[in-house]
């Protein structure tokens, strides 16, 4: 199910506060969809501002969603939908810092964060076949075959919330076939993040990185020392942060990444990971910013132009 915000603004520039009775029905009901308007008890004297929510049992055509309109006795009515969400994928070497990012992403931008590794290592922890399977290959460094990974992210994607508050995957897709999986679901992302991160540094952060068991929150022994006793006695260190085992998983990151870069150069950003945690976060900011504004530009003259027809 899909649904659409609109914020109706009514300008009653000096005329008494109208009360939620004098505005008309707004006619948005069919059989495939139903709309309710909601008011706030606090109706300022000279505005009052409604929020028409749209429920729809299949995803509202674009057509429609810019063609709606709607007026008020007491003035005109200000439509304002909001973007489409964010769809991203952040991709580097292991331990470049995409789960750092996505942290910082993700508490600014609101996003779904999907982690290809995180659910492998969901998987391991319930003890399933799946899993099982996954840390066999895991262990040796190398990529989990795409029967277990591939319908295990589609299946994520699609759901509810990551439709409609926007995506993050991190660590996929990791080969060609993983690409041409999304490629084929249509499933393209507004920006292709890659964290370009030298070799020493990256095995340097595996061996010191640790991990909150409660919080999940990532930590180094050196980088992002944990905050006091208490957290640093609790914090474990993941079975393939070895720097032998690093090495493998370097060496299959080297095998696969050029032929996933090949797919998304149109949409990519090439960040240096080197760089210091914030630096590296205000540069990702930056272009999340940029293509935001652009999508409310997009929308806001679709929009316009769909009510002039
Ligand atoms: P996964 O869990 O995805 O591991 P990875 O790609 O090796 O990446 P990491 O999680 O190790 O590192 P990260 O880039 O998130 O770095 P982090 O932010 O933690 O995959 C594990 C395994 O699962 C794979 O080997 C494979 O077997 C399997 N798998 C996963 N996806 C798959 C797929 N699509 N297909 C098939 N198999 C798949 O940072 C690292 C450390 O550095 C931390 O301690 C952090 O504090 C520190 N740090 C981060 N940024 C900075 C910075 N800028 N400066 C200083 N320190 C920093």
């Not at 292991?94 to 993700?106: F, M, Y």
């Not at 060609?176 to 992302?189: C, H, K, N, V």
């Not at 950003?269 to 652009?294: C, M, R, T, Y």
């Amino acid at each position: 199910m899909g649904s659409l915000g609109l914020a109706l603004s009514s300008m009653a520039a000096a005329r008494p506060t109208p009360s939620l009775a004098s505005f008309p029905s707004v006619p948005l009901s069919n059989n495939k969809y139903s709309a309710s308007l909601h008011s706030s008890d606090s109706l300022e004297t000279s505005r009052a501002s409604f929020c028409l929510e749209i429920s729809c049992h299949r995803r509202l055509p674009a057509e429609l969603r810019w063609k709606m309109s709607a007026a008020t006795r007491s003035g005109p009515v200000v439509a304002v939908a909001k973007p489409e969400p964010l769809k991203i994928i952040i991709s580097g070497a292991p331990a470049s810092g995409k789960g750092t990012q996505c942290e910082l992403i993700k508490k600014k931008y609101g996003l779904v964060h999907i982690a290809a590794g995180d659910l492998l290592r969901a998987e391991i922890a319930a003890a399933t076949e799946n899993g099982k399977r996954a840390k066999e290959y895991m262990e040796k460094g190398m990529l989990v075959p795409d029967e277990i990974v591939v319908t295990m992210v589609k299946e994520r994607l699609l759901q509810p919330d990551a439709q409609e508050n926007g995506w993050l995957l991190d660590g996929y897709p990791r080969s060609l076939s993983q690409a041409t999986a999304l490629e084929d679901l249509g499933i393209r992302p507004d920006l292709f993040i890659l964290l370009d991160v030298s070799e020493g540094i990256l095995i340097e952060r595996v061996v010191g990185r640790r991990l909150d068991p409660l919080t999940g929150k990532i930590y180094h022994l050196k980088y992002s020392p944990p905050e006091n006793d208490e957290i640093a006695a609790r914090l474990i260190q993941r079975f393939d942060d070895t720097e032998e085992k690093v090495k493998l998983r370097l060496k299959t990151h080297h095998q696969n990444v050029e032929a996933v870069l090949s797919i998304y150069k149109d949409v990519m950003l090439k960040v240096n990971g080197d760089a210091p945690i914030e630096d590296v976060f205000a540069e990702i900011d930056k272009a999340l910013s940029s293509i935001l504004e652009k999508k409310s530009k997009t929308d806001s003259s679709s929009m316009a132009a769909g009510m002039t027809h």
